[in-house]
T-cell receptor, first 114, second 113 residues
């Protein structure tokens, strides 16, 4: 079990609403990545934050945004929710700048958009 | 797109070795091979990674061919708890820049009692 935690565990939203998901990284890790995993698919990279700055982004529209705080915890915000946003959202923490780049994943937040 | 090819599913008898293959014929010289697994309803879990030498840790062994175009993850004594989707990923190992993981659909390993 990793030290990465995510909240909430499950969430149900209506199309058009906004949602904020939260992630606490493993102690000592300064990098947080967010992934979206649709049913039956592998996780897809959304973006990464390194020392509070966005440091790479996948093929996701601007309505997916994020923040990283001084304690390296992070938020994922999704505006104008669409039905296709229903997925498991995973965050992963790692120690950027080191020679060890294993990412440690949290248990995920299951988002359902109706 | 993922740079790896894996079988969709495999079965293994409990207590036997599970050998999971992965093809990565377009791997470049600075790319490492990483393996993660995802047990149902959990986040992916790091298993092992390597560049060109074989690697072993408490979870598994990684065998990389000499030309680095394919690799095999070996779970020496599979248990029911090893039932999971196993992902083979290639990526550069460098600091500061994005260390995103590009997942394919992985191999569903079913360990049978």
């Amino acid at each position: 079990e990793t030290g990465v935690t995510q909240s909430p565990t499950h969430l149900i939203k209506t199309r058009g609403q906004q949602v904020t998901l939260r992630c606490s990284s493993q102690s000592g890790h300064n990098t947080v990545s967010w992934y979206q995993q649709a049913l039956g698919q592998g996780p897809q990279f959304i973006f990464q934050y390194y020392r509070e700055e966005e440091n790479g982004r996948g093929n996701f529209p601007p309505r997916f945004s994020g923040l990283q705080f001084p304690n390296y915890s992070s938020e994922l915000n999704v505006n104008a929710l669409e039905l296709d946003d229903s997925a498991l959202y995973l965050c992963a923490s790692s120690l950027g700048g080191s020679t060890s780049y294993e990412q440690y994943f949290g248990p995920g937040t299951r988002l359902t958009v109706t | 797109d993922a740079k790896t090819t894996q079988p969709t599913s495999m079965d293994c008898a409990e207590g036997r070795a599970a050998n999971l293959p992965c093809n990565h014929s377009t791997i470049s010289g600075n790319e490492y091979v990483y393996w993660y697994r995802q047990i149902h309803s959990q986040g992916p879990q790091y298993i092992i990674h390597g560049l060109k030498n074989n690697e072993t840790n408490e979870m598994a062994s990684l065998i990389i061919t000499e030309d680095r175009k394919s690799s095999t993850l070996i779970l020496p004594h599979a248990t029911l708890r090893d039932t999971a989707v196993y992902y083979c990923i290639v990526r550069p190992n460098y600091g500061g820049a994005t260390n995103k993981l590009i997942f394919g659909t992985g191999t569903l390993l079913a360990v049978q009692p």
